[in-house]
């Protein structure tokens, strides 16, 4: 229990623990050692003085330079951990106002583009019916009104992608698993969601697996003209596996792993907590993303 508790501290604590302990007990090693040879050399040559000093000398110096040594690191390892607190408070500091807009830019288009385009499509209707013995515009308004109506579809998705996702401790996977049957809802899939809500997942790690899930999602939304999207977060051997695959159309990925700055974004954030990305596609036969992130890393 005790080696799991000194294991479980962090390094600035140990080094302060080793300064109160390593010291003290150097220095009765050293007073041990040269005890046994003082009194080897007092029975062979009868000076006792000379090795006494020396006794003092070793029994203090190496103590000392141990100690200062060692409050030197702990000093730099605090400098270390205030540095990477305040680079902790800027990323969530831009993370909250990264959110806010979203916000925003979300409110924005829900208040004005999504409804001035509602306007526009109910108008086609009514001059539709205006013109009902013209053939010719009532096609063309009725291809209008059709055009109007997708394009509100696609910006209540984006509105809906837009909005930050906020959840409790410990309550990330149905946050989670609510999110993607709300976007579900808006593009009218078939989805096949299996998410192991018994997983140990480390809170640094819930933001990544979200963003991971909704770039794939918006990515199949805007380009996979896809009618199913099967997800899967399971944990195996001490790694996290998410895969999203979808019945989309597909494409040809280039020679790099990922296309486009979505995808290069993802497999940064993934690389990034020391995991592996991976992305296959064929023309016709859909797309797979697959994420493997270590608990640890």
Do not use: C
């Amino acid at each position: 229990m005790r080696m799991l508790t000194w294991r479980q501290m962090e390094l600035v604590d140990r080094v302060r623990w080793l300064r109160y302990i390593l010291p003290p007990l150097l220095s009765l090693v050293v007073i041990y050692y040269q005890l046994g040879l003082t009194q080897a050399l007092e029975m062979r040559y009868g000076h006792t003085l000379h090795y006494v000093v020396e006794i003092l000398f070793y029994s203090l110096t190496g103590p000392v330079a141990s100690w200062l040594m060692l409050i030197w690191v702990e000093r730099k390892l605090r400098e270390q951990q205030a540095l990477e607190a305040q680079i902790q408070a800027a990323e969530r500091e831009k993370a909250a106002v990264l959110a806010e807009d979203r916000a925003r830019i979300a409110r924005d288009l829900h208040d004005g583009v999504a409804q001035t385009l509602y306007f526009v499509a109910l108008k086609t209707d009514v001059l539709r019916q205006q013109l009902a013995n013209n053939e010719t515009a009532v096609t063309e308004l009725r291809d209008m009104g059709q055009k109007v109506r997708q394009v509100i579809r696609d910006v209540r998705r984006t509105i809906f992608a837009l909005r930050p996702l906020d959840w409790p401790p410990g309550g990330f996977i149905p946050a989670l698993r609510q999110f993607i049957g709300g976007f579900t809802e808006q593009t009218g899939w078939q989805t096949a969601v299996t998410l192991d809500e018994s997983i140990p997942l480390p809170p640094r790690l819930e933001p990544v697996i979200f963003r991971l899930v909704q770039e794939s999602l918006n990515n199949i939304a805007k380009h996979a003209e896809a009618s199913q999207v099967w997800i899967t977060l399971a944990r195996e051997n001490g790694r996290i596996h998410l895969t999203i695959r979808d019945d989309g159309k597909g494409f040809t990925p280039p020679a790099a792993n990922g296309s486009g700055l979505g995808m290069h974004q993802m497999a940064d954030r993934v690389t990034a907590v020391g995991g592996q990305f991976h992305l296959e596609s064929q023309p016709g036969q859909g797309t797979t993303i697959t994420a493997e992130i270590p608990v640890g890393g």
